[in-house]
């Protein structure tokens, strides 16, 4: 396809999608979701509630509705861990462990080693 037919179509589907977008913008149904929304957040924001909050008290049984009931917090962040090789002397600072030097470490030294070499 050429340069110029690439053009022509991306900009037909544009001026669909734009259509599409104006008749949306239109819709009553779209504006009394959006309005909808806009209330339900002030007013769990008055409350200070969460959706899982208002999960839980709308519908008891579901799984969102046990999780928060359990007051799971939000993870920990992972620590830096700063591994050094002594052979190179190279340094590797991650807080994961997918880190594609130290996996090619790991390969060529062993995991046992190369967690020797943490600092």
Known sequence: ??????FRALEQ??????????ALKKDDGLKKEMEFEEKLRALMSKYDKSLRDIIAILDPQTKAAKIAKQDVGPRRPRQLKRYKNPKSGEVVETKGGNHKILK???EEF????VEGWLQ
């Not at 396809?1 to 690439?6: G, N, P, Q, R, V």
């Not at 589907?13 to 104006?22: C, D, K, Y």
């Not at 062993?110 to 080693?113: E, L, S, T």
């Open 1 to 6: 396809m050429s340069k110029l037919a690439e």
């Open 13 to 22: 589907q544009l001026a669909t999608q734009l259509a599409e977008l104006e």
């Open 104 to 106: 090619a470490w790991k």
């Open 110 to 113: 062993g995991a046992n080693v």
